[in-house]
């Protein structure tokens, strides 16, 4: 691939940013590639590695690349939040509306809408797919885009419109209960992501808080050129293999030759049914098979010749056993099936807990005479009331232990003093009834693994 840049447009980069890091960055490279032909083509293609190669990404496994793609598939985007492109409407629609893999080569369509609005983009911004590379936080690359959608080339300045907190978080991708006070959402997410890209890139950013009274009301940007970083882009360059095959069907020229050579001179199968059959198959279901051929050759089994029994193996399927990668991912559903199952369990037996906590330390508090109530209470204020904040002191001045407030934490004095373990303790509690609990760092709680000994 040896576009460098790819032509976001301005409603495109202002998404509500439910995407991760390497998937903003893969759909940028996918875009690139697409990008000339939008308007003639509905499928587009690209190579594996050449898509691994553009990210920087290590792995090459074909397994981490498909859930990539089926995640680009999943995740559903708003678009043109801030409204820059005032002509532009708004709009909800999936990063990608289809994507297939056949030998290492991955096809992949948008919907007619987008393909539209990306084509002729009234206002966009050029993303570099290099320096991309560069940024290890998503909100640091969302950002990123940002300013580039707001930074004036020309004059080497821009600004962006005051942004919501609303609309920034959204921006951002947040969900509601992820830092929902401010000095947080400036600590962990705008000041990291600002000094990432005050150093990394080549924009040098500034941040204004708009104020109502008191309260944060909205965002501002201020951006300018970063003359202490021009940074040094480099073109991405595509995997070339030496000394290619000329293969019957031009778009396998490239990207299949390890596999076509492999059909072709170790197993005697001719150059047209090997790109048919490259054309065809899955990567994984070929070498699956062809190295059950292998065994069935080192064992002197070979019916007819190896070419026929190759054709026959990757028609009928050789394959004894469901393949490592499929085996690997159905262990990883029941994983996960197992640890949500897990984790709906215990949120079940906590409400039976404190369903029974309650009743308990109730029963307690409702036995007390009234002289001894009043000895709870006066203990309850020295040594608990007296060293809260001043709201709680209010609510238990006017409304004492029938405050919802206050309630909780009477109950909870009381049943440090009359409670047994198993009806205050919830591991203990959990125990009781046959279930090993732990709570572990995180204050979440897991159920215990147990470990069988070998003999």
């Known amino acids: 691939m040896k576009k460098k840049e790819v032509i976001k447009h301005s409603s495109a980069i202002q998404v509500s940013n439910e995407v991760n890091l390497l998937q903003r960055k893969a759909w940028n490279v996918l875009l690139a590639n697409a990008f000339d032909d939008l308007r003639k083509k509905e499928v587009f293609y690209i190579n594996i590695?050449?898509?691994?190669?553009?990210?920087?990404?290590?792995?090459?496994?074909?397994?981490?690349?498909?859930?990539?793609?089926?995640?680009?598939?999943?995740?559903?985007?708003?678009?043109?939040?801030?409204?820059?492109?005032?002509?532009?409407?708004?709009?909800?629609?999936?990063?990608?509306s289809e994507v297939e893999i056949i030998n290492g080569v991955i096809s992949y369509a948008y919907s007619p809408t987008i393909r539209k609005k990306f084509y002729n983009p009234s206002v966009y911004a050029k993303i570099n797919l290099s320096l991309q590379n560069r940024f290890k936080s998503k909100h640091?690359?969302?950002?990123?885009?940002?300013?580039?959608?707001?930074?004036?080339?020309?004059?080497?300045?821009?600004?962006?419109?005051?942004?919501?907190?609303?609309?920034?978080?959204?921006?951002?991708?947040?969900?509601?209960?992820?830092?929902?006070?401010?000095?947080?959402?400036?600590?962990?997410?705008?000041?990291?992501?600002?000094?990432?890209?005050?150093?990394?890139?080549?924009?040098?950013?500034?941040?204004?808080?708009?104020?109502?009274?008191?309260?944060i009301a909205g965002l501002k940007f201020y951006i300018s050129k970063n003359a202490k970083n021009t940074v040094d882009l480099y073109e991405i360059k595509p995997k070339v293999f030496p000394e290619q095959k000329a293969i019957p069907i031009p778009e396998f020229?490239?990207?299949n030759q390890e596999l076509f050579v492999t059909l072709t001179d170790e197993f005697g199968i001719s150059d047209n049914?090997?790109?048919?059959?490259?054309?065809?198959?899955?990567?994984?279901?070929?070498?699956?098979?062809?190295?059950?051929?292998?065994?069935?050759?080192?064992?002197?089994?070979?019916?007819?010749?190896?070419?026929?029994?190759?054709?026959?193996?990757?028609?009928?399927?050789y394959r004894s056993k469901k393949p490592k990668h499929e085996v690997e991912k159905e262990k990883k559903i029941a994983e996960q099936k197992r640890v949500e199952e897990e984790k709906k369990l215990i949120e079940k037996l906590r409400e039976e807990f404190d369903k029974h906590y309650r009743e308990k330390a109730d029963e307690i508090i409702e036995g007390f005479s009234k002289d001894y109530l009043n000895i709870q209470l006066k203990g309850f204020e020295v040594q608990e009331i007296k060293n809260s904040n001043d709201i709680?002191?209010?609510?238990?001045?006017?409304?004492?232990?029938?405050s919802g407030a206050i309630r909780p934490f009477f109950r909870a004095y009381v049943a440090s003093q009359f409670l047994d373990d198993q009806d205050r303790d919830f591991i203990i509690w959990a125990k009781k009834k046959k279930y090993k609990i732990e709570q572990r760092a995180d204050g979440k709680y897991y159920f215990v693994k147990t470990v069988k000994k070998k003999k």
């Open 49 to 96: 590695d050449e898509l691994c190669n553009a990210l920087q990404y290590g792995s090459h496994n074909d397994d981490h690349i498909k859930q990539l793609l089926r995640d680009l598939i999943d995740i559903k985007i708003e678009w043109n939040v801030l409204g820059k492109d005032r002509g532009g409407g708004w709009g909800v629609a999936s990063l990608l």
């Open 140 to 215: 640091s690359l969302a950002l990123y885009e940002l300013f580039l959608d707001y930074f004036n080339m020309e004059q080497s300045v821009g600004q962006t419109p005051m942004i919501s907190l609303e609309d920034f978080r959204k921006l951002m991708g947040l969900k509601e209960h992820e830092y929902t006070q401010f000095k947080f959402l400036n600590a962990f997410v705008i000041k990291k992501a600002i000094k990432e890209i005050n150093e990394k890139s080549n924009l040098q950013v500034r941040l204004e808080c708009i104020k109502r009274g008191r309260r």
């Open 253 to 255: 020229q490239v990207y």
């Open 273 to 317: 049914k090997a790109a048919e059959i490259l054309m065809n198959k899955d990567e994984f279901f070929i070498k699956e098979n062809l190295d059950v051929i292998r065994k069935k050759i080192e064992e002197g089994k070979v019916d007819s010749t190896i070419a026929g029994m190759t054709i026959d193996a990757l028609k009928k399927d």
């Open 392 to 402: 709680i002191k209010r609510f238990f001045k006017e409304s004492g232990i029938e």
